[in-house]
């Protein structure tokens, strides 16, 4: 079974400086990993997703992700980050072929302040 | 554009009530999930569908039970109502093994807060 580790709860920033959300994974097999984003009172959507291919990938919103697969490592990071980027974040992995059942992290709250 | 809908949005029970959480999906997608939120938490899987007529349990899923009678429609009961499940619930749904533009991506709804007291 696969799990997932968001490495902080909460992370304050100010405006405009970069950011790091950290995601470690473990699993036996090959795996899809995404990340959700969740405003407040509102549901998740989708940020970003590793599927297969460059290890490096894009989001919404300007935000990007690196896949390492030898430190099964699925860091999010946004090099200025904006007040309306105040939300939580969600890591999530799907072993290939599991019917899709995705396993999340507990969150990171991410705080913009001005 | 509806999406995924759940109804009611705001509940409060009783222990040992009982109530029903209504999912609808409009996108006809093949998989329906219900989730739910803690705080610290993050999201727990409680059942799923791969299909009209079909469920299956997920990580915590004693205290519930679910139906698929409607491809587009995916209910939550709970049975007899505990303060341990007062949650956000949330539902959501993907294409599944039909593909969809990102495999794996969910949809989700807004979420129901539940409250047992």
């Known amino acids: 079974a696969q799990s997932v580790t968001q490495l902080d709860s909460q992370v304050p920033v100010f405006e405009e400086a970069p950011v790091e959300l950290r995601c470690n994974y473990s699993?036996?097999?090959?795996?899809?990993l995404f990340w959700y984003v969740q405003y407040p009172n509102q549901g998740l959507q989708l940020l970003l997703k590793y599927l297969s291919g460059s290890t490096l990938v894009k989001g919404i919103n300007g935000f990007e992700a690196e896949f390492n697969k030898s430190q099964t490592s699925f860091h999010l990071r946004k090099p200025s980050v904006h007040i309306s980027d105040t939300a939580e974040y969600f890591c999530a992995v799907s072993d290939v072929g599991s019917n899709y059942k995705l396993t999340f992290g507990k969150g990171t709250l991410l705080t913009v302040n001005p | 554009n509806a999406g995924v809908t759940q109804t009611p949005k705001f509940r409060v029970l009783k222990t040992g009530q009982s109530m029903t959480l209504l999912c609808a999906q409009d996108m006809n997608h093949e998989y329906m999930y219900w989730y739910r939120q803690d705080p610290g938490m993050g999201l727990r899987l409680i059942h799923y569908?791969?299909?009209?007529?079909?469920?299956a349990k997920g990580e915590v899923p004693d205290g519930y039970n679910v139906s698929r009678l409607k491809k587009q429609n995916f209910l939550l009961g709970l049975e007899s109502a505990a303060p341990s499940q007062t949650s956000v619930y949330f539902c959501?749904?993907?294409?599944?093994?039909?593909?969809?533009?990102?495999?794996?991506?969910?949809?989700f709804g807004e979420g129901s807060r539940l409250t047992v007291l």
């Open positions: 699993s036996s097999v090959s795996v899809y």
């Open positions: 569908s791969v299909g009209e007529g079909t469920t």
């Open positions: 959501a749904s993907s294409p599944g093994l039909a593909g969809g533009p990102v495999p794996g991506e969910l949809f």
